[in-house]
């Protein structure tokens, strides 16, 4: 029932930053907890961060140190900052949404567990 619109993909150099926007619209559960995955060509869609309605953050290994997931419950955002962009990181990447147990709940790292998902926003990466 939420409409989640993914931006700000682009072509960036390696090394280079690139910050991702979701916004979404529609009937939003309180306590929905918000994360990113991507994608690329021939590949399942992976995990890359999440965060919990309280605001509680989860990264896949490559990306910490590297991204930061926000999120603004007021305005139904959720934002990911991506530093030092590697070409491993080139993908179409998803904002997703899902319900979880309470607002504290660790979101799962299985895109099956994800309710509502974005089109996508490509991200592309250039040595």
């Known amino acids: 029932q939420v409409q989640l619109v993914e931006s700000g993909g682009g072509l960036v150099q390696a090394g280079g930053s690139l910050r991702l926007s979701c916004a979404g619209s529609?009937?939003?559960?309180?306590?929905?907890?918000m994360g990113w995955f991507r994608q690329t060509q021939g590949n399942e869609r992976e995990f890359v961060a999440a965060i919990n309605w309280a605001g509680v953050t989860y990264y896949r290994n490559s990306v910490r140190g590297r991204f930061t997931i926000s999120r603004d419950n007021a305005r139904n955002t959720a934002d990911l900052q991506m530093n030092n962009l590697t070409l491993e990181d080139a993908a179409v990447y998803y904002c997703?949404?899902?319900?979880?147990?309470?607002?504290?709940?660790?979101?799962?790292?299985?895109?099956?567990?994800?309710?509502?998902w974005g089109q996508g926003t490509q991200v592309t990466v250039s040595s």
């Open positions: 997703t949404a899902t319900r979880v147990g309470s607002m504290r709940a660790t979101p799962s790292r299985s895109p099956e567990a994800w309710r509502s």
């Open positions: 529609g009937r939003i559960s309180s306590g929905d907890a």
